[in-house]
């Protein structure tokens, strides 16, 4: 879809502006320095990294989060600002500093993130020239461009909208994000900032960012690594009017309905995009004999990469699917285990139907459902993956060149 086509399709939230601008943090040649501004203060909500090594912004967002207030995010692709010392938080402290006199905010009401290299020295010197021509563009630049600025591998902007009716107003939700390689869950790795002009209660949007993340980022691999600056970021500002969403009421179900949906959306697309991908896979579990073993079996699949690499071939190759659940340490009886590519089951009770050939019709395709039936319980579990390529090879043997 071309960019005219797709911003006709996107439904901006009320009160925030958006600018994306060049400061040639990694290499020149494209926008990589991006800032959402929400005209009224909002409320806010994150989640980060639970990797030990955390990226600089991600510590100082992880302080400034608990005010539960902003107005801004400032977000840069081509330097993580990860493993970068002392002067890496001076860096992001000022990042946001001359951001907020720039806006007449105060500092906390600026959040920042960096993906991209990790442990490579902030270019400064760039970025200080670049923040008062991202500032002007204020007015001048959309959610789009905002989202092609924090790309870093990713092939296309991810940006989704949707509206939401609670009581008898309608609101608006869009996010917008980045990822493609180092992703797995707990969080999956990404940049994400979720818009809304409805007005929730901070716990209210603590509880529902909190419930979209476990059913749609938590629930991504591509390359089973985790990175240092996963962050998502949801701000509400109140513009559309509406009685403000508190936790438990039928307006906070529809709410939280919504934002859960369009996270796993963005969520797809990230998998969509696996550096080198060429095809979408989805993992069902089904009848585990609890929601652990349902988890702990989906991934093991999801996270192989002779599974990846045989769905990259065509190759219906269920025995590898069935190593992936029988290393999984899950309770699994072999005698009783259904295996399927798409609606083909090629395995009956852990043993060949033969359908081998109909199979690798189905792989053919460019999004698979790859399902394994347990039969020993009621817990099923499902988890978006890609297939492993020569690309993701020759993406990452020259991420820093």
């Known amino acids: ?43 806010i909500s ?63 009401a600026v959040h920042v993130c960096s993906t991209g290299v990790i442990g490579t020295p902030m270019p400064m010197e760039r970025i200080r020239a670049a923040i008062p021509r991202l500032i002007a563009g204020l007015r001048k630049e959309t959610l789009l461009d905002a989202a092609a600025a924090i790309m870093t591998t990713d092939t296309f902007s991810k940006v989704v909208s949707r509206r939401v009716k609670v009581g008898n107003v309608t609101g608006t939700i ?45 629930r991504i691999t591509i390359d089973g690594d985790m990175s240092t600056n996963d962050t998502v970021l949801v701000m509400a500002n109140g513009k559309a009017a509406n009685e403000t969403i508190k936790e438990g009421s039928p307006e906070f179900s529809a709410f939280a309905t919504a934002l859960s949906r369009l996270a796993f959306d963005l969520a797809r697309l990230i998998a969509k995009d696996g550096e080198g991908a060429t095809k979408l896979i989805e993992v069902e579990v089904r009848n585990a004999r609890n929601q652990r073993d349902a988890d702990k079996a989906a991934f093991a699949i999801a996270n192989s990469l002779l599974v990846k690499t045989a769905v990259y071939g065509n190759d219906a190759n269920w025995g590898r699917i069935m190593a992936a659940l029988g ?17 083909v089951k090629v395995a009956r009770n852990g043993i060949a139907t033969g359908k081998d050939r109909e199979a690798a019709e189905v792989l053919k395709g460019k ?21 492993l390529t020569e690309g993701y090879v020759k993406i990452n043997a020259q991420y820093r060149t």
């Open 1 to 43: 879809m071309d960019g005219e086509k797709k911003a006709a399709t996107i439904i901006v939230p009320k009160g925030f502006l958006f600018s994306a601008v060049e400061a040639a943090i990694k290499k020149p040649g494209r926008k990589d320095l991006a800032l959402i501004y929400s005209e009224p203060e909002a409320v």
């Open 327 to 343: 290393y999984a340490r899950i309770g699994l009886e072999e005698e009783r285990t259904d295996v399927y590519f798409g609606k």
């Open 46 to 108: 994150g989640m980060f990294t639970t990797n030990r090594i955390k990226a600089a912004p991600v510590k100082l967002d992880m302080r400034r989060i608990r005010t539960g207030r902003g107005r801004a995010i400032v977000a840069n692709s081509g330097n993580a600002n990860a493993c970068s010392g002392k002067q890496g938080m001076k860096d992001a402290e000022e990042t946001a500093a001359l951001v907020a006199k720039g806006l007449g905010l105060g500092e906390s």
């Open 174 to 218: 869009a996010g917008i994000c980045k990822g493609a390689g180092m992703i797995c869950p707990q969080m999956a790795t990404m940049l994400c900032f979720i818009l809304t002009d409805l007005s929730v209660e901070k716990t209210a949007l603590d509880t529902a960012l909190k419930g979209a993340v476990r059913s749609s980022f938590n």
């Open 367 to 387: 999004e698979i459902r790859i399902t394994a039936d347990l039969h020993i319980g009621s817990a099923s579990s499902k988890v978006l993956t890609c297939d």
